[in-house]
């Protein structure tokens, strides 16, 4: 039935199997239920109201967007409280005061005493009372004052004497998924808590509220053991999971809920390798595995239910081609890959492979897919 | 007053110089010019009608496209003869009949047996016409029958037998994005060029006339030196060019007409490096330069004029931030790129990062930006 229903589809299309989808939204929130913390989902990964409103079953309703495209689409769909969590840039603060004056719960994270500068002119140029998160940087690895730096308690001041509301702290550890033991992201996990909840009591020392304290990426907030002090989590590719964080230890491989179907279009007998209508252009070109023990090029692949097929991964990727390959260099017997047949190839990275497809096909067994569309652009 | 309008823009967003890109296309119908032979331009690169109607200036109107939603867009605005250059897999047949019967001049490519087995059978059961170019492989790249193989006339006479137009014979050389100089491309082009000519003289000596004989890459249309028996040529990249391009020597950096527009959001002092609002989500994740003697990362850097800002390259990427570096590992003097200023990126594939946009923002010097909207999806 499911797979009858399939073969409808044209290929390349994104699927998401909505039983493994629930099912990774139920193991994030029965982690944070123990941690007692409660999740601000990140919907970049997802960027469809639907899948949204799965993610915040049983949370308080505040979501993470990084654009603001993703906010003006959930917003729409009544979505009133959220975080834009990508550094503001100066030139879109006009566009996030017209945004507050419709009424728009949006919060800005910001890391630079220049941008706060910025924040403070266009709050009296606009008349609006931004509100602002300070990212705190925990690895390196991106963004973010240093916990203790002394610009901290300069550019924290001069937002509320300028007007602006510091709402709090905000911490992601990106680092987390370059980490190659359980327990480094466990450790990852502390030191993303510690930075934050150090730079919360930094603020509070002098006087500010700082009621909000939110850390998160999908293997710390899978892997933490504690969050004293923490009042909020983001995670987004939890949702799908993927294969680098499979990579990572934080999922199983057959808890990835999204993949490509695709269809065999040709054979390389010379090299034992089978050609797909899946390039770059469904597949993207994260090679997130690359760096991982087990390099997976652009994907796995799968049968058309999902079913194990070996270590078969697509090996090289043009625009609208793929070439998929045994992973040791082996031959792939051709014969059980006829022309026209189906596969499904699960990403590296779910939001990048997602990014690449306006819909998804959402599978549920003996049903036939439902299209959800996805907000595009910025 | 271009950056004025400029200014106007939201960060990140794709722009295109009208003026380079003219360039460009004139380069292109001068050499094609000179060879005498027509051009069936790409529209994968662009998938938008002013810019495909630029590129069809003086040819003879077909195109070639990689999708059937290209197909479908093109066809919409008045584009009748189109060539889908992906090996067709039979699960569209279907789609492509119904394109037939809606009086679409579609043609087909196939490299396999099985692939001609399963267009006769659904010639017969749609009652339609197929028309088929048969893929040659020239430089064991991707896909293609090998130009001597028993099971080209096989299949030709086949699809022959099962009342299926054999149109012609296509090749396309993406061996010469991996050329390391100009007489590789050359002679890339020469051997492109031969195994097209080769087979179809195979097919004429069965019988077939064989008008069409199809070939084409940017790197080898534009390095072509003679192209006898070649009935047109498929380009569709050298419409913007791009870094991988610049990397083997068919066009200059100062001819790269796309680039992605953004703002610098934050500093990162340890490393002297500069965060922007472009990350592969806008970027796209193509590492094309990678294997070129000058490794741009995600993109080199250029003021907002398209200015030389020297070897400044985005090392890194996430969802919606770029690590902005020195190529050599120096620091960047942060003074010169304030919170708020914008940068342009020029891309390592026009393709690729053209992919990640809905739109394009064309501009001419002392005009507003005009939006061009872009085919998406399959």
Redesign the interface.
Known sequence: MLTDSL?GL????LLVDAEKMQANIQAMNAQLGRLDVPLRPHL?TCKNIEIAQAMLAGHPGGVTV???AEADYFFSHGIQDLLYA???????LT?VAQRLEAGMNISIIL??E??AE?VVKAARQHGCRYRVLLEIDAD?A??GFKADAATLPDTALKLDAGGVEVAGIMVHA?GSYACCSQQAIIDMAETERRSAVTAAERLRSLGLACPEVSIGSTPTALRATALAGVTEVRAGVYVFQDLVMAGLGVCSESDIALSVMT??????P?TGEV?V?AG???L????GTASQRRDRGYGLVRDLHGGDLGELIVRAT????G?VSQADGGKVDLADF???R?LRILPNHA??TA?????FWLTLPDAVPRRLERC???
């Not at 990508?86 to 879109?92: Q, R, W």
């Open positions: 073969s044209p290929t390349p299309c970049k990084s654009t603001l990508v550094g503001i840039a100066p030139g879109k566009a890391d630079q220049a941008t910025a390196g991106r963004a990106g269809e065999v279009i040709g054979h390389r010379a050609l209508d770059w252009m469904a993207s070109r994260d090679r043009n625009q609208e081609h070439i006829p022309v026209g189906r939001c990048a990014a690449q497809h306006t819909h595009m652009g910025w």
